[in-house]
């Protein structure tokens, strides 16, 4: 057997051969190769007369193989060359890399127990490289947790990933079910925009299933299975299956009344009143949202917060307080950018872009469509994507610039595949690319598609987007040759029931604008004035001062040629 000397003699010996080699070649393999060489030799010296860590630490610092990369709050050293960091650990036996982890993880334990949040994903790395399974879960689900929290969802993901991984090889208990259901509810939170929702629903049927086979009546178990059917019902939301949402929701409401946990009551009351807000229902979702809005901030749930206040102020813009919705929007895009939540920033410029829509104020809904696109893609957000694209192809037709809405609605139509089923704003997506082949001209299609928007629209029970869809209709039959007049009537004077059934007074003033252009086409002037009166009237009240200089126009032409 070869003495430890004689080791260290042949290692020196390589060493020197290889800094001859680098002397003529200069080749950053060599550089590698002498750096693996040189750990190897200070490891070896270490045996032959064990050193202190500062010694050591000494030693590869002057065979140039670490340097220091911190002074405060600790001393840090980092290795010089990632390569060389791989060859020394590769050079280690399994189990003996095993131990090692396991120590840094009971000294990093030992010496932060003050401040272990800092250090929970470095732990659950160190324990799950040492092989234990159980106390890797524990930190990796917690530092999933910490991440979440400052919505650094893409962490998130990957620290739960890993948690739920290994707590499916531990042996069943309650103890290990309880871990999975949370876990599982935390990828959920992180995940439902990215995944979309029908992932996550079958997520949260496991979750369901755990919850059963647990079986306890324990007030924490009660309190789990309710938030489980929380998030049932928030992605049955995102699906596009409100019915569905709503049953969930109002399942959780009971059990929080009876804990009195006021966060949990208004959960439930800002998703439905939002899921309202989201069919078009303003009258009946608004008085959700609002009374929401306050709980949420004293619980300092402002992720739900933000999504809530952003929604209300959609519902009050269509309900017609338009200036009282830009506001409010604002106040949910600051808190959003305050918090760096990317989701939520991404939400509130939808929000702002469906309200500068209602005032078909071009410029600003560029400026939040490219908003919504930006955070949604940093963020790996389809459920902002989606409408991001579908909106900006409505805004490129109203400028005339037929060919790229097509090309920008087809990405939204990608979006909408790898999304699966109909998910939230598929009615009113489908509305929009019925208005763009309206105004393409092609009118035969623009009846195809809006009807077609409509089977959609009642199969989500969106009056919202099949009020716009009938307008859509009622416009392209009158566009078509010969102009089907009564046809067309008809289906603008449904647009108009039910935008109003839902208080949904501008989109309602813009139809009423449409009809009123049907009627003075068919020459029945009379009937074209009290429409155009009716959405001027509701124009001025909202302060929409472009809406109020276009109607206006109409009613000078109309006068004059009376």
């Known amino acids: 057997m070869t003495s430890l000397h004689e080791q260290i003699s042949q290692l020196e010996s390589s060493i020197e051969a290889q800094e001859k080699l680098r002397t003529?070649?200069?080749?950053?393999?060599?550089?590698?190769?002498?750096?693996?060489?040189?750990?190897?030799?200070?490891?070896?010296?270490?045996?032959?007369?064990?050193?202190?860590?500062?010694?050591?630490?000494?030693?590869?610092?002057?065979?140039?193989?670490?340097?220091?990369?911190?002074?405060?709050?600790?001393?840090e050293y980092i290795f010089k060359h990632a390569l060389t960091q791989d060859a020394a650990y590769q050079s280690l036996l399994l189990a003996d890399r095993k131990i090692l982890h396991r120590e840094v993880g009971m000294?990093?334990?030992?010496?932060?127990?003050?401040?272990?949040?800092?250090?929970?994903?470095?732990?659950?790395e160190h324990f799950h490289a040492a092989g234990d399974w159980?106390?890797?879960?524990?930190?990796?689900?917690?530092?999933?947790?910490?991440?979440?929290?400052?919505?650094?969802?893409?962490?998130?993901?990957?620290?739960?990933?890993?948690?739920?991984?290994?707590l499916d090889r531990l042996p069943e208990s309650d103890d290990v079910l309880r871990r999975r259901i949370h876990v599982i509810l935390g990828i959920v939170n992180v995940s439902l925009r990215a995944e979309g929702p029908n992932r996550s629903l079958e997520r949260l049927a496991q979750a369901e299933e755990l919850a059963i086979r647990l079986n306890s009546t324990e007030d924490q178990d009660r309190l789990e299975m309710a938030r489980i059917h929380y998030w049932i019902g928030h992605a049955y939301v995102h699906s596009g299956q409100f019915a569905n949402a709503i049953n969930h929701l109002r399942q959780v409401l009971p059990v929080a009344e009876e804990f009195d946990d006021?966060?949990?009551?208004?959960?439930?009351?800002?998703?439905?009143?939002?899921?309202?807000?989201?069919?078009?229902?303003?009258?009946?979702?608004?008085?959700?949202?609002?009374?929401?809005?306050?709980?949420?901030?004293?619980?300092?749930?402002?992720?739900?917060?933000?999504?809530?206040?952003?929604m209300h102020a959609h519902a009050k813009a269509n309900m017609g307080y338009y200036a009282e919705g830009i506001a409010e929007a604002e106040l949910a895009l600051d808190r959003a950018e305050e918090l760096a939540t990317l989701t939520g920033i991404g939400h509130s410029h939808g929000t702002f872009t469906l309200i500068y829509m209602l005032g078909r104020d071009h410029s600003r809904m560029l400026e939040h469509i490219n908003a919504m696109i930006e955070s949604g893609s940093q963020n790996n957000d389809l459920l902002i994507?989606?409408?991001?694209?579908?909106?900006?192809?409505?805004?490129?037709?109203?400028?005339?610039?037929?060919?790229?809405?097509?090309?920008?609605?087809?990405?939204?139509?990608?979006?909408h595949g790898s999304l699966g089923g109909n998910p939230i704003f598929s009615d009113y997506i489908a509305a929009v690319e019925a208005e763009i082949a309206l105004r393409a001209g092609r009118s035969q299609e623009a009846c195809l598609l809006a009807e077609q928007a409509i089977s959609v629209a009642q199969s989500m029970g969106g009056i919202l987007a099949e009020g716009v869809a009938y307008r859509v209709w009622g416009q392209a039959l009158a566009a078509l040759e010969p102009p089907q007049w009564d046809m067309a009537e008809e289906h603008l004077s449904v647009s108009l029931q039910l935008l109003e059934e839902g208080d949904a007074r501008l989109e309602a003033a813009w139809t009423n604008m449409a009809w009123g252009e049907v009627c003075r086409n068919r020459a029945n002037m009379l009937a074209a004035r009290e429409h155009f009166q009716?959405?001027?009237?509701?124009?001025?009240?909202?302060?929409?001062?472009?809406?109020?200089?276009?109607?206006?126009?109409?009613?000078?032409?109309?006068?004059?040629s009376s």
């Open 24 to 75: 003529t070649l200069g080749d950053d393999a060599v550089e590698i190769t002498i750096a693996a060489l040189q750990s190897q030799l200070v490891v070896l010296r270490s045996q032959l007369k064990p050193m202190s860590l500062t010694t050591q630490l000494e030693s590869l610092e002057t065979a140039h193989l670490i340097r220091i990369s911190a002074l405060e709050p600790e001393l």
């Open 107 to 124: 000294t990093i334990e030992t010496l932060f127990a003050d401040r272990l949040t800092e250090y929970f994903g470095i732990l659950g």
């Open 134 to 166: 159980d106390k890797a879960a524990a930190y990796l689900a917690s530092a999933g947790d910490a991440a979440a929290r400052i919505f650094a969802q893409i962490e998130a993901r990957r620290y739960y990933a890993t948690a739920l991984d290994l």
């Open 262 to 310: 006021q966060e949990l009551l208004a959960i439930p009351s800002a998703v439905i009143g939002r899921a309202r807000g989201l069919q078009g229902f303003f009258s009946q979702g608004e008085p959700l949202m609002a009374q929401a809005i306050s709980p949420l901030a004293q619980a300092s749930n402002w992720h739900e917060w933000i999504l809530t206040t952003a």
């Open 385 to 415: 994507q989606y409408p991001a694209y579908g909106l900006r192809s409505l805004m490129e037709s109203w400028l005339g610039r037929h060919a790229d809405a097509q090309q920008t609605m087809q990405q939204a139509r990608v979006i």
């Open 534 to 560: 009716a959405a001027a009237a509701q124009f001025e009240i909202s302060g929409l001062t472009r809406g109020l200089k276009e109607i206006k126009v109409l009613i000078e032409d109309l006068q004059k």
